[in-house]
């Protein structure tokens, strides 16, 4: 298809590594694409507090307990950026609430796995926080604004997840033989769900040419995964674990590890609502926004009372 005039110039500011910021033209594919990927990242955020909010009460000591409320909280905070970035687009939260709620907005497919013991709080650290370094460092770049100044304090919170998730790990891997098989145990199980984070083969995945022209994404999702792997691998022998994958082997020519590829039928599985904790997080939040309802009411009741006295 031809570009029209203003598309043109449009992809040559993009080229030109210019920003692009909230009332400026965009074509409506690239706002689109943008609310899609930003709303999906901000509900990830909101989601992900699920699985380790379920262990900040049992939390091995109360430093724990304290490091892990603050991530927590960390990651409410990101999905308010998002949100914020999202809504200078032009659709409200309410609307995005809305998309999630009903199960049309895809959130993280990592969430919809179980946490079942305290080295899972380790393996989320070092591995999922690992992974969303990996994907949102390049993000810092990309071409919209707003999502690009979210990420920079994002990656700077997240790296500190990820540096306490390998701490919890140190501790395990280094500890008596039972806790030295559960942090093995975690590494089993949040390896090919990690792996999946990035999204499907490039082969199958149907945003990434025109995101990428669009600079929305900075690489493909092959290229990091691959960067994730050689990354991983070293720590996982640095504490003295095994990655769940035999044919993992360092290839001096490709300059990277060999791997195997995740299951990609659970992967679509669990984007389908079939994964084990699908359910059990979208009710959660769910019951989170009606049981907030009563707040929500007596705020707008509130600020309907203030702005009828100040026009008095
Ligand atoms: N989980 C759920 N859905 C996924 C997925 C995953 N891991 N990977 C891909 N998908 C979905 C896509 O959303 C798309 O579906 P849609 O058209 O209904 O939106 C479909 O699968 C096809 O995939 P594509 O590769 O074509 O999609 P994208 O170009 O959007 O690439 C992405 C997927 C790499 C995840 C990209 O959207 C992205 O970089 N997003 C921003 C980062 C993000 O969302 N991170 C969430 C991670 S968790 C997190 O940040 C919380 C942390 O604090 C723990």
Request: charged share 25%; hydrophobic share 35%; with cysteine.
């Amino acid at each position: 298809e031809e570009m029209t005039p203003e598309e043109r110039a449009f992809q040559e500011r993009i080229d030109a590594d210019q920003k692009i910021e909230p009332k400026e033209w965009m074509p409506e594919g690239y706002r689109k694409t943008l609310v899609r990927q930003i709303s999906q990242h901000a509900h990830s955020e909101l989601v992900g507090q699920l699985p380790e909010g379920n262990w900040i009460t049992r939390a091995p000591t109360l430093e724990r307990k304290a490091i892990l409320l603050a991530k927590v909280q960390d990651e409410a905070g990101h999905g308010l950026y998002l949100y914020c970035a999202a809504e200078t687009l032009g659709i409200s939260r309410d609307e995005m609430f809305e998309q999630l709620h009903s199960g049309k907005a895809k959130y993280s497919s990592i969430f919809n796995y179980p946490t079942l013991t305290w080295a899972d709080i380790g393996a989320v650290g070092w591995l999922v926080d690992g992974a969303a370094i990996m994907n949102q460092v390049p993000l810092q770049r990309t071409s919209y604004g707003p999502y690009a100044r979210a990420m920079v304090r994002i990656c700077k919170e997240e790296s500190f997840h990820q540096r306490q998730g390998f701490h919890i790990m140190m501790k395990m891997a280094s500890g008596s033989e039972a806790q030295k098989r559960m942090a093995q145990d975690a590494l089993n199980r949040f390896w090919y769900p990690s792996l999946m984070m990035f999204g499907p083969s490039d082969k199958d995945s149907v945003h990434s040419a025109q995101s990428m022209a669009w600079k929305i994404k900075i690489n493909t999702n092959d290229e990091l995964r691959q960067k994730f792997v050689d990354q991983t691998v070293p720590q996982a022998k640095y504490l003295g674990l095994t990655v769940p994958d035999e044919a993992v082997q360092w290839n001096e020519e490709k300059g990277g590890h060999d791997f195997s590829e995740p299951d990609w039928d659970e992967f679509f599985s669990v984007l389908a609502g079939n994964g084990p904790c699908n359910k059990e997080r979208l009710q959660a939040r769910v019951d989170a926004w009606d049981g907030g309802e009563w707040f929500r009411d007596g705020l707008m009741a509130n600020a309907a009372k203030n702005k009828n006295t100040s026009e008095e």
